[in-house]
């Protein structure tokens, strides 16, 4: 029989549990029910001093039983806006709100019908 009298193997077990709780490893394992974050220039985010959490709540209470479907962070008409996509129970379209990402006030609402919804996602295609 081997016997081991080493410190380190009474440190295994803690070893292991560190190893098993690290972010990355809960991460994967982990779900969520918001969009994935909008992947945005850094220069961009750096200019935000409202965080996106913050606005789609903005956003959210703008929308009566709202679920945002897509959302993020770009440059329009001289703004820095969150601009969130929310779908509205069975309502067709979506709802467009655009939060100022400086101050946190609503910029713009328009309701977008699936027609306009689709010639707005050819344009994005094509501006790519």
């Given at each position: 029989m081997?016997?081991?009298?080493?410190?380190?193997?009474?440190?295994?077990?803690?070893?292991?549990?560190?190893?098993?709780?690290?972010?990355?490893a809960?991460?994967?394992a982990a779900?969520?029910?918001?969009?994935?974050?909008p992947?945005?220039?850094?220069?961009?985010?750096d200019?935000?001093?409202?965080?996106?959490?913050?606005?789609?709540?903005?956003?959210?209470?703008k929308?009566r039983?709202?679920?945002?479907v897509?959302?993020?962070?770009?440059?329009e008409?001289?703004?820095?806006?969150?601009?969130?996509?929310?779908?509205?129970?069975?309502?067709?379209?979506?709802?467009?709100?655009?939060?100022?990402?400086?101050?946190?006030?609503?910029?713009?609402?328009?309701h977008?019908?699936?027609?306009?919804?689709?010639?707005?996602?050819?344009?994005?295609?094509?501006?790519?």
């Amino acid at each position: 029989m081997i016997t081991f009298h080493s410190p380190w193997f009474a440190l295994a077990p803690a070893i292991i549990l560190i190893a098993c709780n690290r972010p990355a490893a809960r991460e994967s394992a982990a779900t969520s029910t918001q969009p994935s974050a909008p992947q945005q220039p850094a220069s961009l985010s750096d200019s935000a001093t409202i965080d996106l959490a913050t606005a789609r709540t903005t956003a959210l209470a703008k929308v009566r039983a709202g679920k945002v479907v897509s959302e993020e962070l770009e440059q329009e008409n001289g703004h820095l806006v969150y601009s969130f996509d929310i779908r509205q129970g069975s309502t067709p379209g979506i709802e467009e709100v655009q939060v100022d990402a400086r101050d946190g006030s609503v910029v713009s609402m328009e309701h977008e019908s699936p027609s306009q919804q689709a010639k707005e996602a050819q344009q994005d295609q094509k501006s790519r």
